[in-house]
């Protein structure tokens, strides 16, 4: 564990804990890990660790939202075929590697072309690819990647039609059943189609008194005469008591 991790008081991470700018910026399986320059630690959220302690100091984590939130253990989780150290956030959504962390270790992180890779002397320890505005790397070496090589990739156009084909399905999704697939722009529908809607409830003042209020409906004429011969009717509602005459 290094010294910088259990003396910090404050860790600080630019994703909120549930939804956050991620969810406006791509469609990130939970078990990826989003290359975050914002986190200034490593963040897990599995229970996969290899090894795992109990911090000695509790650690604060300050969110994009300025909410915090508490952590008290960490330990040491395989990110493809390399080993780091992260703090265990279970309530976090996503996994997070920090670039400030990566380059005080001496790790280097390149970036270009839709591809991201993690350097370290040199070598490559770990790679990953753009979903949307965001850089994710597999928790394992993918090896479907490999085989989908082999097929042509789509244009643009031919992809966007996929998407509007398949119901604007997430990209990753998209990857697995459309061989060739190159992720599109995100579009408006797509955000706005997983958008929870918030009810905003507004009081009603209530009556005082009975007759103070009353509601009232009619609906007519009616092709079948009722047993008194009507072929109209009424509804009267009292707002106090709610007691309805038809």
Not at 103 to 125: E, L
Not at 137 to 159: G, K, M, Q, W, Y
Request: aromatic content about 10%; proline content about 3%.
């Amino acid at each position: 564990m290094t010294t910088s991790l259990t003396n910090s008081p404050v860790v600080t991470c630019s994703t909120l804990l549930h939804t956050g700018h991620f969810a406006l910026a791509a469609e990130v399986l939970p078990s990826m890990w989003i290359i975050d320059s914002g986190a200034s630690h490593h963040i897990h959220n599995r229970n996969d660790f290899t090894t795992y302690e109990r911090l000695r100091n509790l650690i604060r984590i300050q969110l994009g939202n300025k909410t915090y939130i508490f952590t008290t253990h960490h330990g040491s989780v395989r990110v493809q075929d390399h080993q780091i150290d992260a703090l265990h956030t279970p309530s976090f959504r996503y996994s997070l590697l920090s670039v400030a962390e990566l380059d005080s270790q001496g790790y280097h992180t390149k970036f270009g072309n839709g591809k991201c890779s993690i350097q370290n002397s040199n070598v490559t320890v770990m790679t990953g690819s753009q979903n949307g505005q965001l850089f994710q790397v597999e928790p394992i070496h993918s090896h479907h990647s490999d085989r989908s090589n082999s097929f042509a990739l789509l244009s643009t156009a031919e992809s966007h039609l996929w998407h509007k084909y398949l119901a604007h399905l997430n990209h990753i999704s998209m990857k697995s059943l459309v061989n060739g697939y190159v992720p599109t722009n995100i579009y408006e529908v797509c955000i706005l189609a997983k958008h929870e809607w918030k009810i905003i409830r507004v009081p009603v003042l209530r009556t005082t008194t009975p007759f103070e209020l009353l509601y009232s409906d009619t609906c007519s004429p009616f092709n079948t005469k009722s047993h008194s011969g009507g072929l109209h009717f009424i509804v009267f509602i009292n707002d106090y008591t709610r007691h309805t005459t038809v």
